[in-house]
Nanobody, 115 residues
Framework: QVQLVESGGGLVQSGESLKLSCAAS????????MAWHRQAPGNEREFVAG???????EYADYVKGRFTISTDNTWNTVYLQMSSLKPEDTAVYFC?????????WGQGTQVTVSS
């Protein structure tokens, strides 16, 4: 089992940057994919970015070129560097980890971008 705790959310102005962190614990050796998703009020949860053990990363079109996902060397922490933030990026951001056929989720961290 994997436990995930997100941090780093907050209130920023349009155009500013913010870096989210997700600390993972538990059976980390089972994880082969980690990702960030987000959910705005009234909307479904949507994919933002993901990264594989190989280092290969993928991004949703609406964040490509603005957000960067990365991990530390031990795969204990996954980051989401967000730049050029827009009001439409306002959402609760969730970290997820996939391994052994199970997808684990964190509790989320709020990101609010004011115009």
């Amino acid at each position: 089992q994997v436990q995930l705790v997100e941090s780093g959310g907050g209130l920023v102005q349009s155009g500013e940057s913010l870096k989210l962190s997700c600390a993972a614990s538990g059976r980390l050796f089972t994880i082969y994919y980690m990702a960030w998703h987000r959910q705005a009020p009234g909307n479904e949860r949507e994919f933002v970015a993901g990264v594989r053990r190989s280092g290969a990363a993928e991004y949703a079109d609406y964040v490509k070129g603005r957000f960067t996902i990365s991990t530390d060397n031990t795969w204990n922490t996954v980051y989401l560097q967000m730049s050029s933030l827009k009001p439409e990026d306002t959402a609760v951001y969730f970290c997820s980890a996939v391994g052994n056929g199970v997808q684990s989720w964190g509790q989320g961290t709020q990101v609010t971008v004011s115009s």
